[in-house]
């Protein structure tokens, strides 16, 4: 467990995954999905034909002249239907039509999302993520102010949110990814599960730095380097069984889980791993780079 | 010592006020009426969601947001009319648009529902300018006092008589003085119904809509301006009907899974601390009974909280964060126990020193909590709110149960089994 106070080996770890991400965020983008995009989406269940006529289904589509639509099978006898956009009159039609050519049908699910709608859901989470970010800053900067000089405890708040955004921009890379080799999508669950991470990498934090702070009190002769590692592997058990009970939890989730959450229990499985990961290689290893520049800065001075 | 045993008293009366309300027929027979129960989210339970986009081009800016509030209003007179149980109307605005948000849980032939939703009912007297086009007056279906089914006392066809409103009758009398002997047209929904020639000033605020009505026609008509007509005309802009089986389904399976997945962490934190570990397993069971008990009982008040997919998320968050103040007392008194303390000051500091990280930890997730349910929107505040919630809990629960028993315990008899307590003095090498 040396490889603690090796932080250059792990910011390069962390510039690596970021720019990787940041790169594929930029040329993949995420695959968004009805949420975010608008658009209808149609399930539905044949309840005698076993074998569904995939070229039938575009065949009335076309007729009704939707727009830009996809057919995929889904299970034995189950379609999803994606379309710029079905009315509910429209698909009351075309669902007869359906009855008539191809069989006793059953609509499962039915989703028909504008994008004033999907435009605001995006806008609100961004605008609701960046004023919680300050307001954590500010909560740590308050929390911590007890810190002696010349650490800052407005370092703590920043470095705190330095790490959280790092977990944020990490999960959705990792989710362009799956969007693009495995077609997942994004949708308002997902914005959850970046909320959950985001909470779960602060709390993480929090308590690291709370030993940090302890330790910059009660051993003010050592130096503040020698505060941060020690501080850390007097976390490190508990770092461990948390991270590792939330991800019991998890894995129960996904492997006993209903298919609705999947995707949602892998992100929060990502992210909890990405979370306390950069609690203790990125949070405070950046506050000790911190540091140590205020303190070249007051010798310089 | 008799604190705490004092606490544990408080503590039990607690849990079996909790377990009360928690049992299925729990919480009755107290004189109140409604019944108290888990409020499920549409992708729980199957149902309808319907977001509807509000026209606000002919409102002034200072009025809309009373037209909003009485368009949630009308909406729900009409939802309650056709028997919906638990329906949630919410207004809301996003940029300078303003919508509304219906949900209808449960309801299968939802056709009906939507179509008596969506009509606007807008109610318009038009006159005709020099030129011969329909100019809009001030007056509207906002100025109705009440609309009835009566017969032409001529023909004996069926009309919508309708009467106006103190103010409605003045602009009435304006208009009708104003265009003697012309034309003044009726329009419902932009679609003009009839346009009779007015032949006198009318000042008694009562008025005739004729328009070749089948008496089925005119007693809906009369119905929906009743309810009351839309102050502002709406549009659907997003539907989601979600199938019941497949909201079943997902939570069945979920909530097992959860189970399963609390099961393991049981296990596992008795495997690694023993009997404190088993206390914090109970102080878990005593969060979760909690938890339901106060999800269950918020369903009698105004402040319901629906429980949806977005809400276990939080909770499942808040869980470990429950989970994760247990383990940091025990792994600080275990620290506190390697520098020599006895097992009673161990786990005596042990939680006033975990208590700092615990508080400043849990503030901060309550400070993102809260900014989220202000600012988000549907799945986004359903999270917050129970995160919220359940921070809170797990705080107390640190506080109460984790914490008397752990110090009873080791003021007790117990404490001569050390393998009990899984602590060691060996030093950790780094």
Redesign the interface.
């Given at each position: 467990?040396i490889l603690i106070n090796k932080k250059w080996i792990w910011f390069s770890l962390s510039g690596i995954l970021i720019i990787a991400s940041i790169l594929m965020l930029f040329f993949w983008k995420l695959n968004l999905g009805l949420d975010f995009k608008g658009g209808s989406l149609v399930?539905i269940e044949f309840i005698k034909t076993k074998d569904i006529k995939i070229n039938e289904i575009n065949k009335i589509l076309n007729e009704f002249k939707i727009e830009s639509f996809q057919v995929q099978k889904s299970g034995d006898n189950s379609v999803f239907i994606k379309a710029k956009s079905i009315s509910?009159d429209q698909l009351?039609s075309i669902e007869k039509q359906m009855e008539e050519r191809i069989g006793d049908l059953n609509?499962?699910?039915?989703?028909?999302?504008?994008p004033?709608?999907s435009k605001?859901?995006a806008?609100?989470?961004y605008?609701?993520l960046a004023?919680?970010s300050i307001?954590?800053i500010l909560?740590?900067a308050y929390?911590f102010r007890k810190v002696p000089k010349p650490a800052n405890s407005f370092a703590f708040g920043v470095c705190a949110v330095i790490a959280l955004v790092h977990d944020a921009i990490i999960l959705l890379g990792f989710f362009v990814f799956l969007g693009k080799y495995y077609g997942v999508e994004i949708d308002?669950?997902f914005?959850?599960?970046v909320?959950?991470v985001?909470?779960?990498s602060?709390?993480?934090t929090?308590?690291i730095?709370?030993?940090i702070r302890?330790n910059l009190i009660k051993y003010s002769e050592n130096s503040f380097d020698k505060n941060i590692i020690d501080s850390l592997?007097?976390?490190l058990?508990?770092s461990i069984?948390?991270s590792?009970?939330?991800i019991?939890?998890?894995?129960?989730?996904?492997?006993?889980?209903?298919?609705?959450?999947k995707w949602?229990v892998v992100a929060?499985f990502v992210g909890t791993i990405i979370g306390t990961y950069s609690s203790i290689f990125v949070a405070s290893q950046l506050l000790s780079v911190w540091h140590n520049k205020i303190i070249k800065n007051s010798n310089v001075s | 010592m008799k604190s705490l045993w004092i606490k544990l008293i408080f503590i039990l009366i607690l849990l079996g006020v909790a377990i009360w309300i928690d049992l299925p027929n729990g919480f009755n027979n107290v004189g109140i009426k409604k019944q108290p129960k888990i409020i499920k989210g549409l992708d729980l339970v199957g149902g309808v969601h319907i977001a509807y986009e509000a026209d606000m081009k002919d409102v002034v800016v200072e009025n809309r947001d009373a037209a909003m509030s009485s368009l949630v209003n009308v909406i729900d007179k009409r939802i309650n009319s056709l028997g919906v149980a638990e329906p949630i109307i919410q207004s809301r605005k996003y940029g300078d648009k303003y919508g509304i948000i219906v949900e209808l849980p449960g309801v299968k032939d939802i056709n009906q529902a939507i179509k008596m939703i969506g009509k606007t009912a807008l109610l318009e007297f038009k006159e005709m300018t020099e030129k011969g086009e329909w100019q809009k007056t001030n007056l509207t279906g906002r100025d109705l006092q009440k609309a009835d089914v009566s017969s032409n006392q001529q023909t004996g066809e069926p009309v919508v008589s309708l009467k106006f409103n103190n103010e409605g009758a003045k602009k009435f009398g304006e208009i009708t003085k104003k265009n003697l002997q012309k034309p003044l047209a009726i329009f419902l929904d932009n679609e003009m119904i009839s346009a009779p020639t007015v032949q006198a000033e009318i000042s008694t605020g009562e008025a005739i809509i004729e328009g070749q009505f089948s008496i089925e026609d005119a007693k809906n008509l009369s119905i929906q301006l009743n309810a009351g007509a839309l102050p502002v005309p709406i549009k659907i802009a997003e539907q989601r009907n979600v199938g019941a089986t497949l909201g079943n389904d997902s939570i069945q399976k979920s909530l097992l899974a959860g189970a399963i997945g609390l099961f393991l962490v049981i296990i596992f934190m008795i495997f690694l601390y023993r009997l404190p570990g088993l206390i914090a397993s109970l102080a878990l069971a005593f969060y979760g009974i909690l938890i339901f008990a106060i999800f269950k009982i918020s369903s009698i008040t105004p402040w319901g909280i629906t429980l949806t997919l977005a809400g276990l998320a939080g909770f499942i968050l808040s869980v470990g964060m429950a989970v994760d103040a247990n383990i940091l007392i025990f792994e600080r008194a275990k620290e506190e126990y390697r520098e020599g303390k006895n097992i009673f000051d161990s786990y005596l500091i042990g939680f006033d020193r975990a208590w700092s990280s615990i508080r400043d930890s849990n503030s901060s997730s309550i400070i993102t909590g809260l900014i989220l349910f202000w600012f988000g929107t549907g799945s986004i505040r359903g999270f917050a709110l129970v995160l919220i919630i359940g921070v809170i809990i797990s705080m107390f629960t640190a506080i109460t149960v984790s914490r008397t028993l752990l110090l009873l315990i080791t003021k007790s008899r117990l404490i001569k089994y050390k393998f009990l307590f899984a602590l060691n003095r060996k030093k950790v090498n780094k």
């Open positions: 467990m399930e509910k009351e609509e499962k699910k039915y989703e028909n999302v504008g004033t709608v605001d859901l806008q609100k989470a605008w609701s004023l919680a307001f954590i909560y740590i929390a308002s669950l914005i959850t599960a909320l959950t985001i909470g779960y602060v709390h993480d929090i308590v730095f709370d030993r302890e592997y007097q976390t058990d508990r069984t948390t590792f009970t939330v019991i939890v998890l894995a129960a989730l996904l492997v006993f889980g209903g298919e609705s959450i949602f929060l | -």
